[in-house]
């Protein structure tokens, strides 16, 4: 799987849009960018994926530049709660219906009062 | 919908002693996963299970860390004897193993070797 450059953290204002970036410059056609967060003393949880498109959810939204060399997670209206570290995942499908995850230390996100 | 339950949520042993951590995934869910979190770094899988077999144990320490899951439901991982060095928190996840895309975490068991 490819690897991915995040930066160790970051800080953002309550109420505003948090930008966490990605780097997977080595990328390969057939694999997807995943986003996961982990608050403190959880599992992770999984935020939202995406191949080439910009993908939004109920929590955030995906952006992927066109060459896919990186990505921008956008969490439109930071809570408190959203403070977590950030793992930004390149991913390729196994053959078994199902995948593996190769996470990196990912980006500190702390969201100030 | 339950969540993938995991079981202690805390253990303390000494070296060299041995210890099990246990895990129930979703309901249905074919594909089980075992990670080991240390402290500062993000989570590295130590072992996949469709159903009952082993996909992937290419980083499982296998000198010391055994895993199975018998009947493709539950999960038991274990570590005998165990060293400092495996002081890490221990996560279990699965997915259906249909093709979807959201592997769901259990919270965790917290190892402290002493």
């Known amino acids: 799987d490819a690897k991915t450059t995040q930066p160790p953290s970051m800080d953002c204002a309550e109420g505003r849009a948090a930008n966490l970036p990605c780097n997977h410059s080595t990328i390969s056609g057939n694999e997807y960018v995943y986003w996961y967060r982990q608050i403190h003393s959880q599992g992770p949880q999984y935020i939202i994926h995406?191949?080439?498109n910009n993908e939004t959810n109920e929590m955030a939204s995906l952006i992927i530049t066109e060459d896919r060399k990186s990505s921008t997670l956008i969490l439109p209206h930071a809570t408190l709660r959203d403070t977590a570290v950030y793992y930004c995942i390149v991913v390729a499908y196994s053959g078994a219906g199902s995948y593996q995850l190769t996470f990196g230390k990912g980006t500190k996100l702390s969201v100030i009062p | 919908e339950a969540g993938v339950a995991q079981s202690p949520r805390y253990k303390i042993i000494e070296k060299r002693q041995s210890v099990a951590f246990w895990c129930n995934p979703i309901s249905g869910h074919a594909t089980l996963y075992w990670y080991q979190q240390i402290l500062g770094q993000g989570p590295k899988l130590l072992i996949q299970?469709?159903?009952?077999?082993?996909?992937?144990d290419s980083q499982l320490p296998k000198d010391r860390f055994s895993a199975e899951r018998l009947k493709g439901v539950d999960s038991t991982l274990k570590i005998q004897p165990a060293k400092l060095e495996d002081s890490a928190v221990y996560l279990c996840?699965?997915?259906?193993?249909?093709?979807?895309?959201?592997?769901?975490f259990g919270p965790g068991t917290r190892l402290t070797v002493t």
């Open positions: 995406g191949l080439k």
């Open positions: 996840a699965s997915t259906s193993g249909r093709g979807d895309y959201e592997q769901y």
């Open positions: 299970f469709q159903n009952n077999g082993v996909v992937d």
